[in-house]
T-cell receptor, first 114, second 110 residues
């Protein structure tokens, strides 16, 4: 059983609000990732981190930002939410420094921006 | 960038075998993975195969890898209604994030 948690599970907010999606893992993994998942299933990597104070942008341009101050915690922030941000957000983590890269996923946050 | 392609939908009858196919472009892939996503949940690793293997079997699951054609398949024997989910193919080479396909939605008809 993967020990990776996301809160909240569901969030409905109005346009222009600032929100932070939380992701924590207790496995001591150095690598962490954020994905945005379309209603049509496709996953888009939006941010990743290879360790504390390391963050990289993914393949999909995103208006969100991330921080990695502690190994176990990788929050994602939207400064001003818009309806186009409505999506499912999945956090994942994996061990580092080997080619085998099993990623453990959290349950996701379903965000709706009105 | 590297790409992973898979068909979007598959429908099978309960008890039949399911075969989900995937093609990839990265010739330096070291591992290839199959993930399963059930409704309302995150992804969970089903199985994986190292790039120097041709086949891997794990209970009802058989993974076949044709490295020359860059083709990966997942066979589920005796498919059950509980197998209905989205299945993602993924690959990586070295210390890089996984590249995922768009997912295949498997529907099992009772």
């Amino acid at each position: 059983e993967a020990d990776i948690y996301q809160t909240p599970r569901y969030l409905v907010i109005g346009t222009g609000k600032k929100i932070t999606l939380e992701c924590s893992q207790t496995m001591g993994h150095d690598k962490m990732y954020w994905y945005q998942q379309d209603p049509g299933m496709e996953l888009h990597l939006i941010h990743y981190s290879y360790g504390v104070n390391s963050t990289e942008k993914g393949d999909l341009s995103s208006e969100s930002t991330v921080s990695r101050i502690r190994t176990e915690h990788f929050p994602l922030t939207l400064e001003s939410a818009r309806p186009s941000h409505t999506s499912q957000y999945l956090c994942a983590s994996s061990e580092s420094w080997t080619d085998y890269n099993e990623q453990f996923f959290g349950p996701g946050t379903r965000l709706t921006v009105l | 960038g590297e790409d992973v392609e898979q068909s979007l939908f598959l429908s099978v009858r309960e008890g039949d075998s399911s075969v989900i196919n995937c093609t990839y472009t990265d010739s330096s892939s070291t591992y290839l993975y199959w993930y399963k996503q059930e409704p309302g949940a995150g992804l969970q690793l089903l199985t994986y195969i190292f790039s120097n293997m041709d086949m891997k079997q794990d209970q009802r699951l058989t993974v076949l890898l044709n490295k020359k054609d860059k083709h990966l398949s997942l066979r589920i024997a005796d498919t059950q209604t509980g197998d209905s989910a989205i299945y993602f193919c993924a690959e990586n080479s070295g210390n890089t994030p996984l590249v995922f396909g768009k997912g295949t939605r498997l529907s099992v008809i009772a």
